[in-house]
């Protein structure tokens, strides 16, 4: 490539809006590609850091902040054979442990982090994709060995992990129920699952309702506080799980002591953090591929447009919770949609 420089999204310090410079076009290393960037998905940890909070991510300011991406791969280390110039891919890739992230033109990424874009989605979808996939497949398969014959039930499942913890759970042949309020109960009911409002109906109430009395078999707490603690209280005695990428807080194990049930939490950015586990990152996403291709998966999308012209406004709609679906960032204007 004779280009040398990129368009980035740069998060000078803390609380300050993000600024818009040319940065030196990253070189790849061993095990890397360069990835053209299409779109990058906006999650709520992006605001956090770019705030000043979100301090378990490991980002220092200055940074080029954006986890999610879905792109073009551009140029491949000698070493890498999963990937050739021209690929579609999508992966979360960077944004955090110091990493430069997606909000930018171009990116060098670990081949290990990214997985092929499945073909029926665009690449906004995919871009709004692997975060929570990734977050929903861990909780519900790697720990909580989700499976046919199971009642599962999520904790919020309109939200960015929730509606695709439903979606993963149906796939494994679980009977799914999801908590919500208001217009979200229309979302959950249309990827599938049972809605319970739970400002309407206590716990005990849909407890006896959906599993008369027993428990169901896991539930994913996407909401954390108050809403873990419930979650203790809804297990099947012996065999429930309670999986939360939320459990951050203090909590009394007692509820699940005394039904002999067991608890997972889930930490998605560990590989990035850490160095270990990138594989199994690309290798979950390439499941996000074969579902979606298989008409297993969608996603929940906003419909409102950005740029990284304005990409400031995204991250006020996304910190003020007033996201309908993911918010996705056009990185590159062209067919790709």
Known sequence: MSQTTMRAAVALKAGAALQL?????????????????????????????????????????PAVLGMDLAGIVEAVAADVTAFTVGDEVFGMAGGIGGQQGSLADYIAVDA??????PRNLSMREAAALPLIFITAWEGLVDRANVRGGQRVLVQGGAGGVGHIAVQIAKAHGAEVFATGSGKSLAIIEGFGASAIDYRSQAPADYLEQHTGGEGFDIVYDTVGGATLDVSFNLLKVYTGHVVSCLGWGEHTLAPLSFRGATYSGVFTLLPLITGKGRQHHGEILAQATRMAEAGQLRVLLDDRRFTLENVNDA?????????IGKVVIDICLDTHE
Not at 34 to 43: Q, R
Not at 112 to 117: E, F, P, V
Not at 315 to 323: E, L, W
Request: aromatic content about 0%.
């Open 315 to 323: 991250h006020a709609i996304v910190a003020a919770g007033q996201a």
């Open 112 to 117: 290990d982090l990214l997985a092929r874009k």
């Open 21 to 61: 410079q040319d940065l030196p076009l990253p070189g790849i290393k061993a095990g890397q590609v360069l990835v053209k960037i299409i779109a990058s998905g906006v999650n709520p940890l992006d605001t956090k850091i770019s705030n000043g909070q979100g301090g378990h991510a490991r980002q220092p300011l």
